[in-house]
């Protein structure tokens, strides 16, 4: 693998779309093969930010915050459909605005169902994918997903209250760590940054709406496993296989039908970029060179 020899500028932008300024990230030269990374729960970009450097010379590279998070705007809950149907939307104008119409995508945990929902969307603009403990079969919800499916199946206050463990400090903090053998490898900046923006006034209810709204992608999921047979994008699976949220269960399941996806699995947990990154990024640049190229 061959790094670029001189650091490419990223650059913090906002866009307006439905009123709402969308904060992302973007790096690399305007005419390039697009890379949208779409980000986790319950980070944002931040969680690209060592990985865009490394892509930047040869692609161009986006990556958004969805709205409550990161350096989006975080509108009431009681007046901004918090979905993931509406954030493949906002994904989805913000592309418009940039006059994208191809791209690869990473997609990692949240940022799974947004991304499939948009290539539903516009199956014909997907060049490739990189999932990184993203789930789209059932046999990735597994026993972490209990009391958050008890709220699917029963909302109510009572159910959707027992959901606050979720946003509290331990669980961040708990997502950075578990499964990780090497902790010092883990910038504790992860958690402190996560939780000062869960903390922010109203935001608890608006990623209790998503836990809720989580739900509606789970019957999508026969259409994403369509869309990867009939489309069959190249595929890149790196995946955690510690993890606890979403644990490498469901990572073998994509290869039923993406025949020719490449699975590696890595001693590592959820935000696997945050110790695997040196691991990882050969990989995700090889891939990418091989499949949708780069100048």
Same mark, same amino acid.
């Given at each position: 693998?061959?790094? +670029?020899? /001189?650091? +490419?500028?990223?650059?913090?932008?906002?866009?307006?779309?439905?009123?709402? %300024? =969308?904060?992302?990230?973007?790096?690399? $030269?305007?005419?390039?093969? =697009?890379? @949208?990374?779409?980000?986790?729960?319950?980070?944002? /970009?931040?969680?690209?930010?060592?990985?865009?450097? !490394? !892509?930047?010379?040869?692609? &161009? *590279?986006?990556?958004?915050?969805?709205?409550?998070?990161?350096?989006?705007?975080?509108?009431?809950?009681?007046?901004?459909?918090?979905?993931?149907?509406?954030?493949?939307? !906002?994904?989805?104008?913000?592309? /418009?605005?940039?006059? #994208?119409?191809?791209?690869?995508?990473?997609?990692?945990?949240?940022?799974?169902?947004?991304?499939? &929902?948009?290539?539903?969307?516009? +199956?014909?603009?997907?060049?490739?994918?990189? *999932?990184? %403990?993203?789930?789209?079969?059932?046999?990735?919800?597994?026993?972490?997903?209990?009391?958050?499916?008890?709220?699917?199946?029963?909302?109510? $206050?009572?159910?959707?209250?027992? @959901?606050?463990?979720?946003?509290? +400090?331990?669980?961040?903090?708990?997502?950075? =760590?578990?499964?990780?053998?090497?902790? /010092?490898?883990?910038?504790?900046?992860?958690?402190?940054?996560?939780? #000062?923006? @869960?903390?922010?006034?109203?935001? &608890?209810?608006?990623? !209790?709406?998503?836990?809720?709204?989580?739900?509606?992608?789970?019957?999508?999921?026969? &259409?994403?496993?369509?869309?990867?047979?009939?489309?069959?994008?190249?595929?890149?699976? *790196?995946?955690?296989? %510690?993890?606890?949220?979403?644990?490498?269960?469901?990572?073998?399941?994509?290869?039923?039908?993406?025949?020719?996806?490449?699975?590696?699995?890595?001693?590592?947990?959820?935000?696997?970029?945050?110790?695997?990154?040196?691991?990882?990024?050969?990989?995700?640049?090889?891939?990418?060179?091989?499949?949708?190229?780069?100048?």
């Amino acid at each position: 693998m061959t790094y +670029p020899t /001189s650091i +490419p500028v990223t650059y913090y932008r906002t866009a307006k779309l439905e009123d709402v %300024n =969308v904060f992302y990230r973007e790096a690399g $030269p305007t005419g390039a093969p =697009v890379v @949208l990374l779409l980000h986790g729960f319950p980070t944002s /970009s931040h969680m690209f930010r060592n990985l865009i450097p !490394l !892509l930047a010379d040869r692609y &161009r *590279v986006i990556a958004p915050d969805y709205p409550g998070f990161g350096g989006s705007d975080a509108p009431d809950h009681r007046e901004f459909a918090y979905t993931f149907a509406h954030y493949a939307d !906002l994904v989805d104008g913000l592309l /418009s605005q940039l006059g #994208v119409d191809r791209y690869a995508m990473y997609v990692m945990d949240y940022g799974a169902p947004v991304g499939y &929902r948009l290539a539903l969307k516009h +199956p014909e603009r997907v060049s490739a994918l990189v *999932v990184q %403990n993203g789930n789209a079969y059932e046999e990735g919800l597994k026993a972490f997903w209990d009391p958050i499916k008890a709220y699917w199946r029963e909302d109510t $206050p009572e159910r959707r209250n027992a @959901l606050a463990f979720l946003v509290a +400090p331990e669980t961040t903090k708990f997502q950075y =760590v578990d499964g990780v053998a090497d902790i /010092s490898r883990i910038d504790p900046d992860n958690w402190l940054h996560d939780q #000062v923006l @869960l903390d922010r006034p109203g935001n &608890r209810d608006i990623q !209790l709406d998503l836990f809720r709204d989580y739900g509606t992608n789970v019957p999508l999921y026969p &259409r994403f496993q369509a869309f990867f047979r009939e489309r069959k994008p190249p595929t890149l699976i *790196v995946w955690g296989r %510690n993890d606890t949220i979403f644990p490498a269960d469901g990572a073998h399941p994509y290869l039923r039908d993406l025949t020719d996806a490449e699975l590696h699995l890595l001693d590592t947990g959820h935000f696997a970029l945050e110790d695997k990154l040196d691991v990882m990024a050969p990989m995700i640049r090889d891939f990418l060179d091989r499949n949708i190229g780069g100048r």
